[in-house]
């Protein structure tokens, strides 16, 4: 498989050890993606968001599932690191499982997302993205692990810890160009120096926390299909869309759903009309 070390376009180094390294050897003006990500504020803890929701205009992607998963959850140590995963979320990379063999995983990598005012996550369009394999034996042990300790957060219900890796999953990984017991070995490719995936490794202050490699296939699943069903439909008349105050509340049924099915491991369409008051 190809694989790019340094951004055709801009030459900077794509297998920093964090995006902000990434970040500081860009050049002032890149591509148009790369200036409004640059423009973009830095992301923010869970607790802040919830405080002080995110101001108009992009911002970084924070998928759906963390975000009820922490008002879900009473647990601190849970919440500390899904406040971690928010706050650097700039740090990762959104991978997408597109090739198995019998023994070979391959993935393909782009910086993580931001999100435009219509919702619409955005990726760079001028940057191939990163592709890179990984042994099946060892991807696979690095996920049962981080299933593992999501499960003993209490944010995994029990029969997903052992979920199979498939073709069209989509993970929030670090790649890094230091090993980790959190992180396994890219293969390389003839003069390519090492490289490791994972999670998040914990930085080097006190009370830190590591975030483990986390699944965000079905957000980024609901994603793709918002905008394939957003480029599809025509625009609505104004006068044609529903009151303000009725769409309000059907929002808030939706989320109530959502965070009853998340706390009962069932699908939020099946919990029956009523029930958001007892949750």
């Known amino acids: 498989m190809t694989d790019l070390t340094h951004c055709p376009h801009c030459g900077a180094d794509l297998h920093a050890d964090s995006a902000a390294a990434v970040r500081a050897s860009r050049p002032a003006t890149t591509s148009t993606w790369e200036t409004l990500r640059e423009t973009v504020a830095p992301p923010r803890s869970i607790a802040d968001v919830m405080a002080q929701p995110e101001a108009t205009g992009p911002t970084w992607w924070l ?3 963390l975000y009820l998963a922490y008002r879900t959850t009473d647990d601190a140590e849970a919440r500390a690191v899904l406040d971690e995963f928010a706050s650097r979320r700039d740090e990762l990379f959104y991978a997408v499982v597109e ?5 070979v995983f391959g ?4 910086p993580w997302p931001l999100v435009d005012e219509r919702g619409r996550l955005r990726f760079p369009i001028g940057t191939d993205p990163i592709e890179v394999e990984v042994a099946a034996g060892d991807v696979t042990t690095l996920l049962e692990a981080a299933r593992a300790r999501w499960n003993h957060l209490g944010l995994l219900q029990d029969d997903l ?3 199979r890796l498939q073709i ?3 993970y929030a990984v670090d790649l890094a160009d230091r090993p980790n017991k959190s992180r396994i070995a890219v293969l390389p490719h003839g003069d390519e120096r090492p490289r490791y995936l994972g999670g998040l490794a914990a930085r ?3 009370g830190a926390v590591a975030v483990p490699v986390v699944d965000i ?3 980024a699943r609901e994603a793709g299909k918002l905008a394939h069903y957003a480029a599809a439909a025509g625009v609505i008349p104004e006068e044609l869309g529903a009151a303000p105050s009725a769409m309000a509340a059907v929002a808030r049924e939706t989320e109530e759903r959502y965070m009853i099915g998340f706390a009962r491991g069932m699908d939020p369409r099946d919990v029956p009309p009523g029930s958001q008051g007892g949750a």
């Open 99 to 103: 090739e198995q063999t019998d023994d």
């Open 204 to 206: 080097r202050e006190g």
């Open 63 to 65: 998928p759906s599932l």
């Open 107 to 110: 993935l393909t990598l782009q």
């Open 217 to 219: 296939t079905w957000d």
């Open 168 to 170: 069209g999953d989509v």
């Open 161 to 163: 810890v052992g979920r």
